[in-house]
């Protein structure tokens, strides 16, 4: 089946869900013409051509029974890349080469987009992306951030910890997979214990960000989509005897509560959003018992599924009508 014009791409993988039915629904409704793209499924199930000559350039996808032609695409929603799924019988030695000769094309798939309008560009993502550089803009522009260490020196870290007396944290700087439910694979926020200074020495094979740990009142997820702030708070007391990180608590302890962000941290946001140039982005903040505001990290890509299901805030609106803007 060949798609009419005024296409949005949505680019995702197989594991994804609700969020993503929910913007192709919203999508739907405004009357553009939502397709989705399993980056996971490339190149086994999707098929993709690229003919360019001196004349111009051509770039189709067929993925199932719909035929799509990038010339069509009005819009990018850049949800999630995923790294290629090959088969099982495919010997190891070629791993590595397929895997790596896949995501190179749909790089320059992706280049060939340049013309749709992106939420948000993949360049401008990437650098987001930093922590280090998150927590730099931050500072710059006013909002609390924690004491932080990055380093693969065990000795830093050590001395870090009895500064701190203790009162410390540890995460990786990137996350290791996204979804609303996680994965094993995922590597929480956790609290530095003592006896883990024991085995500071495999810093050595892999630098860690430490950060002084907030004392929380509430743990806050705000989703900025184009001017838009939409807030789930969720109530520390609730799970802070079994978990450091919200997402590793018993699902049972806490619930999103709406919450209203107070306009002068809006106002930073903004200009925080500015200065990366994005239009889409999930803030972790902590509210502590003294009422400060501590900025904690953005993730470009963020999930927000749970604050869409659990409190009714209309997110996949906000983001299909971001699309389809400009």
Not at 216 to 222: G, H, N
Not at 235 to 240: I, R
Not at 285 to 290: R, V
Request: proline fraction near 4%.
């Amino acid at each position: 089946m060949h798609l009419s014009r005024d296409v949005v791409l949505l680019i995702t993988h197989s594991g994804d869900f609700y969020t993503v039915d929910r913007v192709a629904e919203a999508l739907s409704r405004l009357g553009a013409n939502p397709f989705r793209l399993d980056t996971d499924m490339f190149p086994l199930s999707i098929e993709l051509a690229a003919h360019i000559n001196q004349s111009g350039s051509k770039h189709c996808f067929k993925y199932g029974e719909e035929y799509l032609n990038l010339e069509q695409v009005q819009a990018v929603w850049m949800r999630r890349i995923w790294q290629p799924q090959l088969a099982k019988e495919l010997a190891p030695q070629f791993q590595t080469a397929c895997i790596r000769e896949s995501i190179t094309t749909l790089d320059g798939f992706w280049d060939s987009l340049q013309e749709a309008h992106w939420v948000d560009d993949l360049q401008r993502i990437n650098v987001a992306e930093n922590k280090l550089r998150q927590l730099r803009v931050a500072q710059e522009i006013g909002l609390k951030i924690p004491r932080t260490l990055v380093t693969n020196n065990p000795s830093e870290a050590k001395e870090f910890f009895l500064k701190l007396e203790g009162r410390v944290v540890v995460k990786l700087l990137t996350p290791l997979s996204y979804s609303m439910k996680g994965s094993s694979f995922f590597l929480f926020t956790s609290k530095v214990k003592e006896e883990d200074l024991l085995d500071a020495e495999t810093l050595s094979y892999c630098p860690m960000i430490f950060q002084e740990q907030i004392p929380k009142q509430r743990e806050l997820r705000i989703v900025f989509v184009d001017g838009n702030f939409f807030v789930g708070a969720l109530d520390a007391s609730q799970y802070a005897g079994s978990a450091i990180d919200w997402r590793c608590a018993d699902g049972n302890n806490f619930v999103w509560q709406p919450f209203q962000l107070p306009e002068q941290l809006a106002v930073t946001l903004n200009l925080f959003m500015k200065k990366f140039g994005l239009l889409f982005g999930a803030f972790d903040f902590i509210q502590t018992p003294s009422d400060e505001y501590v900025f904690l990290e953005i993730n470009p890509t963020g999930e927000w599924g749970m604050l869409e299901r659990d409190l009714e805030l209309p997110i996949s609106s906000a983001i299909a009508n971001a699309l389809l803007k400009y």
